[in-house]
């Protein structure tokens, strides 16, 4: 099985953001990891090709920093990687990111691709269905057991408020991961000093040249949220913060 | 003719989802302020009670697009039937509620019509003529008002869960065209199974009057014994955010929010919870949110009652030593 996975770096989960000047994007100089279900989708394609053989390849769109989840992916267990790299692959919407995964990966021959269900950042939860629309290939979401039968696959989908569906995918084809399919690894010193070693193929802008397209939606303000609600923020030490607490508790909500 | 705002009801196993009545009252608000007309479409076999629920709406035309090889949903049945009726009919605004069906069709069919969807908004605007879409980012951090890049037509936007409420759609008379369509051999690929539920939920947490939620502010499932003492000493249920559930560290009955359960108790108490967007369609209905995080900007604080920004670690142990006094009649 020859597999591709798409990963993308994004702001750490308690990292503060802060908006730019113009009020269009965040401010860029805050710590990064790897976008959360992605990681769980490349665990999937490294146990699947512990069960199956194969290849395991990574590739993300994103400015030179992004490398580092590349790194990382390579000392799991990926054989290669491929990095798309330009600072304004940041402001790329969904389309022309799977746009430019698809000129990327143009004559390997993959069975299956992977990506997270959905990014921290943008949040679009498209980039790998709207793939899968541009090769031509059938598609899966919200992914969380996918085993491997004659014909092709036997997926288990995730559906809302607790119910699953399971369905046969034929190959090739591409599946969005949900979050929980596996238990993470973490790399391993050898897989670190293995990393330096594998190789690394970087594109630039210019090997996308008229093949993006341009962005169909545009942000035309990012803010922070108008609050919904008045929220009584409580100040003191933690003893007078608890003292407050069960004073709303007793006396207000009446719950104790 | 006015232009066309077209909601695509959804409908699983002959069953009308209600999420998409809230995307009607969506459509419905927009339509009074540009001036549109509204239309509902519905895909489906044997829909026959859906139709008539959907033609009690305010609506221009409600349409029932039928064939047997919509029975059981597939991306590739849905891309390819909506991809023909909307190509002939040309709607100015496509307008969907976010489920995980749309999710999984949705972005496909806008590409295949060489357009996008705005996914995923809270509400909109209408500026000097121009139709703003509201969206979180950064997992509720930031909200973006986001405009399509052309003129249309062919907008396609997903409404959030209660976004919208869905008993405001305004009731009337629609006449039902149903439309008889055939999807050829071969464009379905894949072969749908049955829908089904694990192993019986063991925790009914909709029951539950009082809950203590956890997220990664947990930090150590050994830590999750005090958050359990603190739903006990107050007559509740401990639940989690996903990441918690994905950890193995509680099962999955115990996760709250759009892929787990929907909660709306007397009492929640968010220990640790950013408040991702996902996590907070699942609790938001719960009358008093008291919310314990230690980042002043984590989005849960937009929606909690009461707030303290610290360490959880520092403020539920003397908080239980409160309660205890409290209920020991120390006061």
Redesign the interface.
């Known amino acids: 099985m020859k597999i591709l996975v798409c990963i993308k770096q994004v702001?750490q989960?308690?990292a503060?953001?802060k908006?730019n000047e113009a009020g269009t994007w965040?401010r860029e100089d805050v710590p990064y990891e790897v976008n959360?279900p992605d990681a769980y989708a490349l665990e999937e394609a490294l146990q699947q090709k512990e069960k199956h053989g194969g290849e395991v390849v990574v590739i993300t769109v994103g400015p030179p920093r992004s490398q580092q989840v590349l790194r990382e992916a390579l000392a799991k267990g990926a054989d290669r990687a491929i990095h798309l790299a330009d600072d304004s692959f940041v402001t790329l919407?969904?389309?022309s990111t799977?746009r430019a995964i698809a000129v990327a990966i143009e004559g390997q021959s993959f069975d299956m691709i992977f990506t997270g269900l959905q990014s921290?950042?943008?949040?679009?939860?498209?980039t790998g269905?709207?793939l899968?629309?541009?090769l031509g290939w059938?598609?899966?979401?919200?992914i969380i057991g996918i085993e491997k039968t004659e014909s092709g696959l036997r997926l288990k989908r995730?559906?809302?408020?607790?119910?699953?569906?399971?369905?046969?995918?034929?190959l090739p084809c591409v599946l969005t991961i949900?979050?929980?399919i596996n238990?993470l690894r973490y790399a391993t010193l050898m897989g670190i000093k293995q990393a330096r070693n594998k190789p690394l193929q970087q594109l630039t802008r210019t090997h996308l040249e008229g093949k993006l397209g341009?962005?169909?939606?545009?942000?035309?303000?990012?803010?922070?949220?108008?609050?919904?609600?008045t929220?009584?923020?409580?100040q003191g030490s933690?003893?007078e913060?608890?003292?407050k607490?069960?004073d709303?508790?007793?006396n207000e909500?009446r719950?104790? | 003719m006015p232009e066309t705002i077209l909601v695509l009801a959804e409908q699983q196993q002959s069953k009308l989802n209600r999420v998409s009545l809230e995307t009607v009252a969506a459509a419905q608000a927009i339509a009074k302020e540009t001036g549109w007309q509204v239309e509902i479409a519905v895909l489906g076999h044997d829909i026959a009670a859906i139709e008539e629920e959907l033609a009690a709406k305010k609506a221009a035309k409600v349409y029932a697009i039928e064939s047997p090889q919509l029975a059981a949903y597939t991306s590739d049945a849905y891309v390819h039937v909506l991809k023909e009726f909307l190509a002939g009919r040309q709607p100015k605004l496509v307008l969907m509620p976010h489920t995980y069906q749309v999710r999984d069709f949705a972005p496909r069919l806008a590409l295949a019509l060489g357009k996008t969807v705005i996914p995923d908004a809270v509400g909109y605007k209408y500026e000097n003529g121009k139709l703003l879409f509201t969206r979180q980012m950064f997992q509720g951090k930031f909200a973006a008002d986001v405009s399509f890049s052309d003129a249309g037509p062919l907008w396609m936007a997903t409404f959030q869960n209660a976004a919208f409420r869905g008993d405001a759609a305004e009731v009337g008379t629609a006449p039902v065209e149903t439309l008889q369509v055939t999807v050829p051999d071969g464009v379905i690929r894949v072969q749908p199974h049955e829908i089904f539920r694990e192993a019986r939920q063991a925790v009914d947490l909709s029951q539950s009057e009082a809950i203590v939620a956890v997220g990664r502010g947990i930090k150590e499932q050994k830590n999750l014994a005090m958050a359990e003492e603190l739903a006990k000493l107050l007559g509740g249920d401990i639940a989690a955010s996903r990441p918690i559930c994905d950890a193995g560290w509680l099962p999955l009955d115990r996760q709250v929010g759009s892929s787990g359960q929907t909660i709306a108790p007397k009492l929640y108490i968010a220990l640790g919870i950013s408040g991702a967007i996902q996590h907070i369609v699942g609790m938001k209905g719960s009358r008093t949110i008291i919310a314990i995080n230690k980042d002043a900007e984590a989005p849960i604080f937009e929606i909690a009652d009461i707030g303290v920004v610290a360490n959880l670690f520092d403020i539920v142990p003397p908080l239980m030593e409160e309660m205890k006094k409290v209920k020991a009649g120390a006061y």
């Open positions: 702001p989960k308690d503060p953001l908006l965040i959360e919407d969904a389309v799977a921290d950042d943008y949040g679009f939860a498209q269905v709207l899968a629309e541009l059938p598609h899966a979401t919200i995730e559906l809302e408020a607790g119910q699953y569906q399971w369905m046969d995918m034929p949900q979050s929980g238990k341009t962005n169909l939606q545009t942000i035309e303000r990012l803010y922070v949220p108008t609050k919904q609600k929220t009584e923020m409580l933690p003893t913060i608890a003292k607490l069960v709303i508790l007793r909500l719950v104790i």
